[in-house]
């Protein structure tokens, strides 16, 4: 059974420090994304990569997040510093699109809930 | 820019009967609209999906019904059971762009 895995499950951080979370996506699946789940917001998109390569960051606020695929089977998100409002549960996603393929289902990790006190 | 609206943002009904949820996309381009269930502490997890060249699509209990000129689309529940007590989530994504924009989401009680 083919899952996307997220780690770390939970994270309990100080306001300030670097923050990791990381992303296996399925194997073969070519696109990736990264969303930020909080009550007020639902699931809100940071970032995608297809192909590695990134296509849209324009959700993310760039002057403490980073978002990477540094091989097909990793993808990480970074905070740094962290601030209490960053706290939420960061969902990573794959699926398989483009070309002649018409786009589909996307799988979602088991998402980090990240708390910044 | 892209945007899907989701209404109603909590909904309780009784059990055995009927929940229909909504939704409305900006993007006229849109050609793929999956529907999410996310139960409390979970994942969410595709329960059904259309494409702009249906009109309706049903599997079992669960419905979902497109109209590309108004730019809605539908989730229809029937014989709600309490497991089906979830936030359901619609979205909206287009060939060439692969990006998926999710509604606010639908928290739905099943009242026993």
């Known amino acids: 059974d083919a899952r996307v895995t997220q780690t770390p499950r939970d994270k309990v951080t100080e306001m300030g420090q670097e923050v990791t979370m990381r992303c296996q996506p399925i194997l073969g699946h070519n696109t990736v994304f990264w969303y930020r789940q909080t009550m007020m917001q639902g699931l809100e998109l940071l970032a995608y990569?297809?192909?590695?390569?990134?296509?849209?960051d324009s959700g993310m606020p760039k002057d403490r997040f980073s978002a990477e695929m540094p091989d097909a089977t990793l993808a990480t998100l970074k905070i740094q510093p962290s601030e209490p409002r960053d706290s939420a549960v960061y969902f990573c996603?794959?699926?398989?699109?483009?070309?002649?393929?018409?786009?589909?289902?996307?799988?979602f990790g088991q998402g980090t809930r990240l708390t910044v006190v | 820019g892209e945007n899907v609206e989701q209404h109603p943002s909590t909904l309780s009904v009784q059990e055995g009967d009927s929940a229909v949820i909504k939704c409305t996309y900006s993007d006229s381009a849109s050609n793929y609209f999956p529907w999410y269930k996310q139960e409390l502490g979970k994942r969410p997890q595709l329960i059904i999906d259309i494409r702009s060249n249906v009109g309706e699509k049903k599997d079992q209990r669960i419905a979902v019904t497109l109209n590309k000129t108004a730019k809605h689309f539908s989730l229809h529940i029937t014989e709600t059971q309490p497991e089906d007590s979830a936030v359901y989530f619609c979205a909206a994504s287009k060939s060439g762009t692969y990006k998926y924009i999710f509604g606010t989401g639908t928290r739905l009680k099943v009242l026993a």
């Open positions: 996603a794959s699926g398989l699109t483009g070309g002649y393929r018409l786009n589909t289902e996307a799988f």
């Open positions: 990569f297809r192909n590695r390569a990134p296509l849209d």
